[in-house]
């Protein structure tokens, strides 16, 4: 059977698929349904999923991944089920790539692959596109010989090379990689630009306004969740990766205290490191945040796992945001991290509830379709006080005098502090209040003219 092996993009839409992993000792997969997730990757790309294979091995083939005998029956099982790509859950170099199409005869698409798939099909505003687009050029680039079967051809051979082909006789590779590099080299200029800016904006928001990010696994209902708290219209669908861009909006807690919640994009497995570098700017919020609520699908089989994979992203985009900090000369304190036990009311019973709730106390429990359901209620007004209490800070009594002037001051302190005791005296006021340390900062930074003539000491 011979193919078109010219792999000049990497779409996978409409096409039928036969899904295949090699497990290893050291593999992590869900056990219940060990390619289920690659499997809803595939068809939130628009394949149609006709087989899968699975192998267990002990060390990949280092030529192609999967073993000899192997390959035979994948072919074959291509053959049977009229397939016209196979797609692995790993991440192949372009060699093992090469080897295993002219094996198959059919065009193979790894893990990476199929994600920058989704996320470009999914991107649509100019900075998810720069983003999608450098991603695809950092895992292309390297890729290139394995990827095209036009590379053979010589530029100024029957036809003309531009200016900067050196002349005739340079392989169209080169004239590839040259074009690929002068367009990564301007992708990486202006996306740092937009970085450069988010961070700005980030930081002077966060003297403002208490923030708060909601990060997790693909589909874990986070944007569900923003929508249930804010009216921020975020995208919500029952499919991977159904948000691709932070979305920040102000969440009202009533009482006149509100904060800025912020919807991420959302992690999985083995996402690939170039997305994520890509996706630095979009991010941000998430790194500068007050408070992290970790929204994790309890109801999943694979919560454990989804987990795990959460805390291991964000333990390392931590660690990039703090080297990065540094070398700026700035401090950075990572924000404090809470688990929220979503979609609780989807468990067969309370058991497995338990168990998470038992491992992590501090762990909300709530349905964040139904946030007035008794099942979510107790949760919500859990995550409620937790919220005001990082939006007040540390709450302390003292006196505070205030020009009677500043009318604005006055009325907030009055509207989101408990006030004890009221004065006035030489054109002034002396409230006698129990009030946040955050509260009292945010104050300041905007202007307001405020003395703290005595300070109730702490015990």
């Known amino acids: 059977m011979a193919i078109n092996r010219e792999r000049t993009d990497i779409k996978v839409s409409r096409e039928r698929a036969v899904l295949a992993a090699v ?70 170099s372009p060699s093992q790539i090469g080897n295993i199409e002219k094996r198959i005869e059919r065009k193979v698409v790894d893990r990476s692959e199929l994600i920058l798939d989704i996320f470009a099909g999914r ?17 292309t680039y390297p890729r290139l010989r394995a990827m095209w079967d036009h590379l053979e051809r010589i530029v100024g051979v029957g036809g003309v090379g531009g200016i900067g082909t050196r002349g005739p006789g340079e392989q169209q590779l080169e004239v590839d990689r040259r074009l690929v590099q002068n367009r990564r080299t301007r992708l990486k200029r202006e996306l740092g630009e937009i970085q450069d800016r988010k961070a700005r904006a980030v930081k002077k928001r966060k003297q403002d306004h208490v923030m708060i990010g909601l990060v997790g696994y693909t589909n874990a209902g986070k944007s569900t969740l923003f929508n249930s708290l804010t009216e921020g219209g975020a995208y919500a669908d029952d499919r991977l990766f ?3 861009m932070t979305r920040t909006r102000e969440w009202d807690m009533g009482g006149g205290e509100s904060v800025m919640l912020s919807d991420t994009v959302g ?21 500068h945040a007050d408070l992290l609520l970790i929204v994790l699908d309890v109801s999943d089989p694979a919560a454990e796992l989804h987990y795990e994979t959460v805390m291991e992203t964000l333990d390392s985009i931590f660690e990039e945001t703090r080297k990065a900090e540094e070398r700026a000369g ?18 067969r019973d309370n058991t497995e509830l338990l168990v998470w709730m038992n491992r992590f106390p501090g762990a909300i429990p709530l349905c964040a379709a139904a946030l007035e359901h008794a099942q979510s209620r107790e949760g919500y007004e859990r995550l409620l006080s937790l919220v005001r209490n990082v939006s007040t800070g540390d709450v302390r009594e003292m006196t505070l005098s205030i020009p009677m002037s500043d009318a604005k001051t006055i009325h907030t302190i009055e509207n989101r502090a408990e006030v004890l005791d009221r004065e006035y005296e030489n054109g002034a006021v002396r409230l006698r209040v129990r009030i946040g340390a955050r509260q009292l900062d945010q104050l300041r930074v ?4 405020i003395t703290v003539v005595e300070e109730a000491p702490t015990g």
């Not at 900075?127 to 895992?139: F, I, N």
């Not at 497995?269 to 991010?283: C, G, I, N």
Request: aromatic content about 6%.
């Open 330 to 347: 700035e401090e950075w304190t990572a924000p404090k991290r809470v688990l929220v036990l979503n979609k609780v009311d989807r468990l």
């Open 242 to 244: 159904a948000t691709l």
């Open 123 to 139: 991107a649509t505003t100019h900075e998810a596109k720069l983003q999608v687009e450098l991603a695809q050029l950092e895992y």
């Open 267 to 287: 992690f999985v497995r083995d996402l690939p490191h170039h997305l994520v570098a890509s996706f630095k700017a979009t991010l941000e919020e998430t790194t």
């Open 446 to 449: 905007g202007g307001a003219r």
């Open 23 to 92: 497990h290893l000792p050291q593999s992590r997969f869900d056990p219940n349904d060990p390619l289920g997730e690659l499997k809803a990757l595939a068809e939130t790309a628009g394949a149609t999923v006709v087989g899968e294979m699975i192998q267990h091995r002990q060390k990949p083939e280092s030529g192609t991944y999967i073993g000899s005998g192997k390959l035979d029956e994948l072919k074959a099982m291509c053959d049977s089920l009229d397939a016209a790509m196979v797609i692995f859950d790993h991440d192949l």
